[in-house]
C-alpha cells in the first residue's frame, strides 16, 4: 500500500487542528511506513477513509496520534540491551544518579528502569518527560493490565533471585507501590526544544525517539543530550536509532552511548 506525500501532509493537518498533536520536524520516511502499517492493521484502502473514519471516532484520533509516535508498551524491551545496560551501570555507576528520561509514553520503559534501579540497589532522582501530557497521566497511574504476568518472564531473567512482587501494589496485582514513584518528576516538553542544563545528568534514556525526526532535528536533540550530559554520562538509544554525528559520544555497544 503506498500513500503519497501530500496525502500524508493533510492527515497530519487534520490531526493538527483537531486533536493538537504536533509532528513538525518527523522524518517523512519514517511517517509514510507508520502511516501505511496503520492502515494495513485497521484494514483501511485511503487517507481519506482513514480521515473520515477518525472524524466519527475521535477513539482511532488518538491511536491514530500514538502509532505515528511509535510508542514502545512494554517491560524491559529489549532484554538484550536491558542485560547490556545493567552491566554497565554495575561497571560505572555510583552515587545518587540524575537521570533524565525521554518519551515516558506509558511508562513502562520508565518503571522498568526504576525497578532496575531498586533491584541493583542504586539511588536516583529521574525527570520523566513527554511531548504528550496525556501520557504522562497515564505513567503517573502506573497501573498495567496483566502487569503481575507481563513483568514476571523479564524480570526474572535479568534478577533470577529477585522478588518483582514486592514491587507491586498491596491493593492491586496489576499496579506498581506508589512507594517506588517517590523519586520520579514529571513535565511535558518538546525534545527539540528543551535545552537541559548544562552537565546535570549521570544518565539520558532517549529510546526509540530521534529515529521519527528528521536529520537537522536529530542533530539538535543529540546536541541538547550532550549538553545535558556529565563527562562520562551514559546516553540509552533505541536500538534502531542511528546517531550521524559520533563526534560527541564513544559507543559503548547496544545503543548506549559515553559522552566524551
Given at each position: 500500500m503506498m500513500v503519497r506525500t501530500e496525502e500524508i501532509d493533510s492527515l497530519l493537518s487534520g490531526l493538527a487542528n483537531?486533536?493538537?498533536?504536533?509532528f513538525k520536524g518527523y522524518s517523512p520516511s519514517f511517517l509514510n511506513?507508520?502511516?501505511?502499517?496503520l492502515m494495513e492493521e485497521e484494514q483501511i484502502n485511503s487517507?481519506?477513509?482513514l480521515w473520515s473514519q477518525i472524524l466519527r471516532n475521535a477513539d482511532l484520533g488518538q491511536k491514530t496520534i500514538r502509532f505515528l509516535q511509535a510508542r514502545d508498551n512494554s517491560f524491559f524491551h529489549t532484554l538484550s540491551q536491558w542485560r547490556h545496560f545493567k552491566q554497565l551501570l554495575e561497571e560505572k555507576a555510583s552515587g545518587n544518579l540524575h537521570i533524565l528520561y525521554m518519551q515516558v509514553g506509558r511508562g513502562e520503559g520508565l518503571h522498568s528502569l526504576v525497578l532496575l534501579l531498586e533491584e541493583m540497589g542504586l539511588s536516583a532522582k529521574i525527570e520523566a518527560t513527554d511531548v504528550d501530557p496525556s501520557l504522562l497521566k497515564i505513567a503517573k497511574k502506573a497501573a498495567y493490565t496483566d502487569l503481575d504476568k507481563q513483568?514476571?518472564?523479564?524480570?526474572?531473567?535479568?534478577?533470577p533471585n529477585g522478588n518483582y512482587k514486592k514491587y507491586l501494589s498491596s491493593s492491586s496485582p496489576n499496579r506498581l507501590s506508589s512507594r517506588y514513584q517517590k523519586n520520579l518528576s514529571y513535565s511535558s516538553r518538546n525534545f527539540c526544544k528543551m535545552v537541559p542544563s548544562r552537565n546535570k545528568y549521570d544518565l539520558i534514556?532517549?529510546?526509540?525517539?530521534?529515529k521519527r525526526y528528521d536529520e537537522q532535528n536529530r542533530k539538535k536533540i543529540l546536541d541538547h543530550c550532550y549538553t545535558g550530559l556529565k563527562k562520562n554520562g551514559l546516553l540509552c538509544l533505541g536500538l534502531q536509532d542511528q546517531i550521524t554525528d559520533e563526534a560527541d559520544f564513544m559507543p559503548l555497544g547496544m545503543g548506549i552511548f559515553q559522552a566524551k
Open positions: 483537531k486533536f493538537g498533536a504536533d511506513e507508520r502511516v501505511e502499517l487517507i481519506f477513509s513483568l514476571a518472564t523479564k524480570f526474572l531473567a535479568l534478577f534514556i532517549c529510546s526509540e525517539v530521534i
